[in-house]
C-alpha cells in the first residue's frame, strides 16, 4: 500500500496524513504504557485483560476524530460482552492546540458519553512508542498483547453509510473467532499529531 502525507490547505491549516506506523509491526509486543485518564483513573497496560484490547490515538479538535467518536462508542457498544477493551489516547500538545488539554479531553468525556478510558500522553512518550501519527490511529491487541491490525477505523470518514471495508469491526470480529484479521494493515487518515 502505498503512503503518502498531504498538506492540507484548510482555515485550521491541519496536516493531513495518510499513513501508518512504521515503528510498531504486525506480530509485535504491545508498548507499555500507564496514563492518567479523564474519569480520574490510571490505566496501566500491564493490567489489561481483553480478549482484545483497542488503542485509539485521538483528540478533541480533529474533525476526522469528531466524526469517528459515535462509530467508537458503537463499536465498544457491540462488543461490550466479549471483553473487548477500547483505550483512547491524546497526545496532542496542548500549547499548540488548547481543545486538546486534559481539562478539554474530561469535558468531551463526559458531553459524548464515552464508556471507555480517554488517556493523556501529556509527555507525547506512548505516541512515539506506537509510531501513531495522526488522530484517528487504531492499533488493535489480541489477549497475549500482540499487534495483530493497525490504522485507520474504516474506509470513509465522511459518512458511516456509505462505509465499504470496516477494517477495526473486522479485525476485532476476526480476532474474538480466533482467526487472522482479513487487513491487517489499512492507513490512518487523519489530522497530524500536534508534535512539541
Not at 1 to 11: E, K, N, W
Not at 26 to 54: N, Q
Not at 94 to 115: C, I, L, N, R, T
Not at 168 to 184: F, K, T, W, Y
Amino acid at each position: 500500500m502505498l503512503s503518502s502525507i498531504y498538506l492540507s490547505v484548510t482555515p485550521l491549516n491541519m496536516v493531513l496524513i495518510n499513513d501508518n506506523s512504521k515503528v510498531l509491526n504486525i506480530g509485535d509486543l504491545m508498548p507499555s504504557f500507564s496514563l492518567h485518564s479523564t474519569d480520574g483513573s490510571v490505566i496501566d497496560s500491564d493490567k489489561l485483560d481483553g480478549s482484545v484490547i483497542v488503542i485509539v490515538f485521538t483528540c478533541n479538535h480533529c474533525p476526522y476524530a469528531q466524526a469517528y467518536e459515535d462509530r467508537l462508542i458503537d463499536l465498544s457498544d457491540q462488543f461490550e460482552e466479549e471483553n473487548v477493551q477500547f483505550i483512547l489516547i491524546s497526545s496532542n500538545d496542548a500549547e499548540v492546540e488548547p481543545e486538546d488539554s486534559f481539562e478539554q479531553m474530561k469535558e468531551v468525556h463526559q458531553e459524548s458519553g464515552y464508556q471507555f478510558p480517554y488517556c493523556f500522553d501529556e509527555s507525547q512518550d506512548i505516541a512515539k512508542a506506537y509510531g501513531a501519527l495522526c488522530t484517528p490511529h487504531c492499533f488493535v491487541f489480541d489477549e497475549e498483547h500482540i499487534l495483530r491490525y493497525k490504522g485507520c477505523v474504516d474506509d470513509n470518514w465522511k459518512d458511516p453509510n456509505h462505509v465499504k471495508n470496516h477494517y477495526l469491526r473486522d479485525a476485532i470480529s476476526s480476532l474474538l473467532n480466533g482467526e487472522e484479521p482479513p487487513v491487517q494493515e489499512a492507513n490512518a487518515l487523519g489530522c497530524s499529531i500536534k508534535w512539541k
